[in-house]
């Protein structure tokens, strides 16, 4: 039998994993990984590893370079209402009980450039930089697919193609379609976030610091190992008309709009508002999204020779703390599936989905009312979350921990990982 050719679109996490695992078990095939950034990318916000995600980096070998990478965040600090007062949730140092702070916290691209780093001089994997999918077609006669590229590419087959490419996916678009409603198989959250550089000053420490304000806005600052300061600011509504302003902004990547609507927005929002909003105006790396999981439909994340991965087929968004544990679990678990029946990708493709969905579906579970209730419109809102606040980070919180525990989202909990134990397609038990 030829050789497998595999094509990933997607040059991130969940790509450069995907990768590693199909080298790992001996898969005769060529990996190609199209990425449409120019080169590896070296900006982004930190990410965390969790539960299932923890075993299967270890079996990596990866553990030490993650860690040597971390942001040296010890904990989150909650700072309420008037800006002053302040409790803490510190880092647990056991990463099988792991708080709102991970063991492996570690920023997107530098964890991104690790996997990429452990697979770039691998033989039977190229990664091809400033280059996405144009179209794809499945051929049933032919059993490939066949993928038009959008710069310098040329058109070619493939036997597997994987999209990896994030939340909104062009790979999932041109395989499955817009989905319900013309929605892109979005569940939107009500919410949308802003992450960007600013410069680091003495009072930041190595505390991530979180701040709620009223009509559902917070802002949160975070510490990474370049001397710099990571911040974030959101805005949380039930009413979705709110942010019709900025969903156009967004969608036209209009960055100097989306700036000017925060700062309407953040206007008089107190504590490190002004500051941040000031470091906003001359960040290099302004990012802003909607908040939305991906809910595929009964079909799955998988259709033919065509897979999702991460994001792009289950994304439980940042409030679930398990976007890129999911991401690393997938890969392990799609490698593993197209290993064992090379000769058979649909089969192998609708067995990934199989494993894999009861997990995925677990770790999007939020708590009910999720983010609308943490972040509240009124003032009286956010007294009742200060409150509840205080009972958390209190000591009595030691004797309540199956109370506590029902607060963080569903996919903390490392017994996640359960529900994977069985599976046996991977030669590379973790």
Known sequence: MAPLKILVSGGGIAGSCLAWWLNKAKIDAQITIIERAPEPRT??????????????????????AIRNKNTTEVGFEFVYSDGVSKSRIAA????KNQSFTSEYEILRADLANIFYDATKDMKNIEYIFNETINDLVQDAQADKVHVTFANHLPQAYYDV????????????RLAFGHGPQNGDYLRRLGEYMAFFTIPRIESDGQWAQWYPATRGRLLCTRPSPYNDTRALMGVVDWDLKRFSEIENLVKKRDEEGAKKWL?????????????????MTTTEDFYIQEIVQVKMGEEGFAKGRVALLGDAGYCPSPLSGMGTTLAIVGSYVLAGEIASSPSDIPAALQRYVTTLRPF????????PGMPQVLFPQ??????????LTTVITSPIAQ?????VKMLLPRGFHRDRWQLLKQYSGMPVHV
């Open 378 to 387: 009124s003032a009286w809102g956010l007294k009742i979350i200060s409150m």
């Open 360 to 367: 995925s579906d677990h770790c999007q579970r939020l708590v």
């Open 399 to 403: 004797h309540i921990g199956p109370w």
């Open 43 to 64: 900006s982004g916000q930190a990410v965390d590893i969790r539960g299932a995600a923890v075993d299967v980096m270890k079996a990596m070998g990866l553990e030490q």
């Open 263 to 279: 700062a309407k927005e953040f206007e008089g929002a107190g504590w490190e508002s002004q500051r941040i909003l000031n470091s």
């Open 161 to 172: 193609v994987v999209g990896a490419d994030g939340q909104m996916s062009q790979t999932r």
């Open 92 to 95: 647990t140092g056991d990463d």
